[in-house]
């Protein structure tokens, strides 16, 4: 249980750091290379913004679905995880749509 515990830590703060260097520092490259070579640069603030606020609510989702694990409350943390999942896709969709590209 202790592997499956840091394992979803660690996703989860890799989700997070992600997130936060695609937010602050604009960093279209992380992400899938269509949208380095075809987001505008006029749209790429927002983009970012909403992209890297997405990454960061499923990091923030594994790494609380890691503390509850370790205090056992699994169901209560699979909960947690699909919300978190759901919330962060809600903003990457969101983002998709504005750029106009889902599955590219």
């Given at each position: 249980?202790?592997?499956?515990?840091?394992?979803?830590?660690?996703?989860?703060?890799?989700?997070?750091?992600?997130?936060?260097?695609?937010?602050?520092?604009q960093?279209?490259?992380?992400?899938?290379?269509?949208?380095?070579?075809?987001v505008?640069e006029?749209?790429?603030?927002?983009y970012?913004r909403?992209?890297?606020?997405?990454?960061?609510?499923?990091?923030?989702?594994?790494?609380?679905?890691?503390?509850?694990?370790?205090?056992?409350?699994?169901?209560?943390?699979?909960?947690?995880?699909?919300?978190?999942?759901?919330a962060?896709?809600?903003?990457?969709?969101?983002?998709?749509?504005?750029?106009?590209?889902?599955?590219?």
């Amino acid at each position: 249980m202790t592997t499956e515990i840091l394992s979803f830590a660690a996703v989860g703060a890799a989700l997070i750091i992600l997130g936060l260097l695609t937010w602050k520092k604009q960093t279209v490259a992380f992400l899938h290379s269509y949208h380095y070579k075809e987001v505008k640069e006029e749209d790429i603030p927002e983009y970012t913004r909403l992209m890297g606020v997405g990454q960061i609510i499923v990091g923030v989702g594994f790494c609380l679905t890691a503390l509850l694990r370790f205090f056992s409350k699994r169901t209560l943390s699979w909960a947690v995880l699909i919300a978190a999942l759901l919330a962060g896709l809600t903003f990457i969709v969101r983002a998709q749509k504005k750029n106009g590209s889902f599955f590219s």
